[in-house]
T-cell receptor, first 110, second 114 residues
Framework: AQSVTQLGSHVSVSEGALVLLRCNYS??????LFWYVQYPNQGLQLLLK??????LVKGINGFEAEFKKSETSFHLTKPSAHMSDAAEYFC????????FGKGTTLSVSS | KAGVTQTPRYLIKTRGQQVTLSCSPI?????VSWYQQTPGQGLQFLFE???????NKGNFPGRFSGRQFSNSRSEMNVSTLELGDSALYLC?????????????FGSGTRLTVV
């Protein structure tokens, strides 16, 4: 069965620090993977996607993610956090529908 | 281009009532999916419509239903509302529903059942 696991329901960083949000997946077929961000009382906004092209994927707002098949991971990173990055982040796997992880809330302190 | 439009944004209903939510996808998108988001269960797939046909369905009771019109607009209906139906309902559209382009989400309808 396909599944997505996000490690850490809450991550706190200081402004300017590295952001690392972890995502592991389980899939019997080559996966399509996505990261979405959700701000309070908003829908989901696509940050980036992996579709079996380059393993290092660059997205919006300075985020990027690396697909590692051997580790079944698709971790999201950003070199320098900004206050505006505070939000909830979801990793998702495309199956017959999107399968979401439980989400990670990112807090950024000044 | 216009994004995915969900109406209404907020809704308060009484237990036992029914409710209809609307979603207008991006022009040209033929797939519309619905998701329920709650603090306890996270994001859960309700169903997907493609060219007016329900193509996939999640694990929700029959009280949850939907339909899609010829212009790809979709509605979902929840009958006999329960307190546990309080959630953010999100609609997502894509060209085919199975492509790698991803899905574009609306801002959601916040349903509160009292």
């Amino acid at each position: 069965a396909q599944s997505v696991t996000q490690l850490g329901s809450h991550v706190s960083v200081s402004e300017g620090a590295l952001v690392l949000l972890r995502c592991n997946y389980s899939s019997s077929v080559p996966p399509y993977l996505f990261w979405y961000v959700q701000y309070p009382n908003q829908g989901l906004q696509l940050l980036l996607k992996y579709t079996s092209a380059a393993t290092l994927v660059k997205g919006i707002n300075g985020f990027e993610a690396e697909f590692k098949k051997s580790e079944t991971s698709f971790h999201l990173t950003k070199p320098s956090a900004h206050m505006s990055d505070a939000a909830e982040y979801f990793c998702a796997l495309a199956g017959t529908a999107l399968i979401f992880g439980k989400g990670t809330t990112l807090s950024v302190s000044s | 281009k216009a994004g995915v439009t969900q109406t209404p944004r907020y809704l308060i209903k009484t237990r036992g009532q029914q409710v209809t939510l609307s979603c207008s996808p991006i022009s040209g998108h033929r797939s519309v999916s619905w998701y329920q988001q709650t603090p306890g269960q996270g994001l859960q797939f309700l169903f997907e419509y493609f060219s007016e046909t329900q193509r996939n369905k999640g694990n929700f009771p029959g009280r949850f239903s939907g339909r899609q019109f010829s212009n790809s607009r979709s509605e979902m209906n929840v009958s006999t509302l329960e307190l546990g139906d309080s959630a953010l309902y999100l609609c997502a559209s894509s060209f085919t529903g199975t492509d790698a382009a991803g899905y574009t989400f609306g801002s959601g309808t916040r349903l509160t059942v009292v």
